[in-house]
């Protein structure tokens, strides 16, 4: 089941108010997250249902789900060569299995912390969301897909 008022169900214009959509594995939307404050932020949802949490989903999609997550986060380490990832996964209003993957550098203002959600202080435009996009999908290319 998809909900047209989620923005991982309907994409469009709901998602694009804080998201890109970079693009889609069989069992995930992967999306660079438009506050770029730690640079590389990306967003790993789940693409086939609307599905709340990881114990929704059976063993095999969950396994799937989670592959994507890593794959994502050593494209984000080969890319951006953070000193740590985040992973942010919180449900409270919006209700779709999501993860926010957080490349965290020992010199950058959270460092030691959680990360904020949104910040607010590095919002970037779809051109340059197309940028990291493109650098995401290249690095996903090379060392997860071998060619």
Same mark, same amino acid.
């Given at each position: 089941?998809?909900?047209?008022?989620? $923005?991982?169900?309907?994409?469009?214009?709901?998602?694009? +108010?804080?998201?890109?959509? +970079?693009?889609?594995?069989?069992?995930?939307?992967? =999306?660079?997250?438009?506050?770029?404050?730690? $640079?590389?932020?990306?967003?790993? +949802?789940?693409?086939?249902? *609307?599905? !709340?949490?990881?114990?929704?989903?059976?063993?095999?999609?969950?396994? !799937?789900?989670?592959?994507?997550?890593?794959?994502? !986060? &050593?494209?984000?380490?080969?890319?951006? *060569? $953070? @000193?740590? =990832?985040?992973?942010? +996964?919180?449900?409270?209003?919006?209700?779709?299995?999501?993860?926010?993957?957080?490349? &965290?550098?020992? @010199? @950058?203002?959270?460092?030691?912390?959680?990360?904020?959600?949104? $910040? *607010?202080?590095?919002?970037?435009?779809?051109?340059?969301?197309?940028?990291?996009?493109?650098?995401?999908?290249?690095?996903?290319? &090379?060392?997860?897909?071998? &060619?």
């Amino acid at each position: 089941m998809k909900l047209e008022t989620c $923005p991982y169900c309907s994409r469009g214009k709901l998602l694009s +108010a804080f998201g890109y959509l +970079a693009f889609k594995t069989e069992t995930s939307l992967i =999306i660079v997250f438009k506050e770029q404050s730690k $640079p590389g932020r990306m967003i790993v +949802a789940y693409r086939n249902d *609307h599905v !709340a949490e990881l114990k929704d989903l059976d063993e095999k999609e969950r396994n !799937a789900f989670m592959k994507d997550v890593a794959d994502i !986060a &050593k494209c984000i380490d080969y890319v951006y *060569h $953070p @000193d740590r =990832i985040n992973y942010g +996964a919180y449900g409270d209003t919006l209700g779709h299995l999501h993860f926010h993957l957080v490349p &965290k550098y020992k @010199d @950058d203002f959270e460092w030691g912390g959680t990360f904020s959600m949104n $910040p *607010h202080k590095v919002e970037i435009a779809d051109d340059e969301c197309e940028v990291i996009a493109e650098k995401i999908r290249d690095a996903y290319k &090379k060392i997860i897909e071998g &060619k």
